[in-house]
Nanobody, 122 residues
Framework: QVHSVESGGGLVQAGGSLRLSCDASGRSLSRFGMGWFRQAPGKERELVAAINWNIGSTYYADSVKGRFTISRDNANNTVYLQMNSLKPEDTAVYYC???????????????WGQGTQVTVSS
């Protein structure tokens, strides 16, 4: 079983940046694709970024392309999400997840952690 801890969230003004981290324990993630999801109040959970296990390919939702960058450090079992040019509509709880199928398919993930809150003020 994987235990993941997301961190790095907080309150930031529009246009600002945050870097989220996902530290996993219990199992090596080096062979898994990883993704970041977000869920805002009253909205469905959305896959925003993903990266495959060997860092050969990535996926980004249209809403974050050009602003968010996903990366990973397999040696330290950590996945990151660098978020720049943040907008109020980016406000949500952000979760990391392990992928077991198609990188762009939100149903092919397992979410393990409690998430980290990101709030962007206008």
């Amino acid at each position: 079983q994987v235990h993941s801890v997301e961190s790095g969230g907080g309150l930031v003004q529009a246009g600002g940046s945050l870097r989220l981290s996902c530290d996993a324990s219990g199992r090596s993630l080096s062979r898994f694709g990883m993704g970041w999801f977000r869920q805002a109040p009253g909205k469905e959970r959305e896959l925003v970024a993903a990266i495959n296990w060997n860092i050969g390919s990535t996926y980004y939702a249209d809403s974050v392309k050009g602003r968010f960058t996903i990366s990973r450090d397999n040696a330290n079992n950590t996945v990151y999400l660098q978020m720049n040019s943040l907008k109020p509509e980016d406000t949500a709880v952000y979760y990391c997840a392990t992928n077991w199928g198609r990188l762009s398919e939100s149903r092919d993930y397992n979410i393990w952690g409690q998430g980290t809150q990101v709030t962007v003020s206008s």
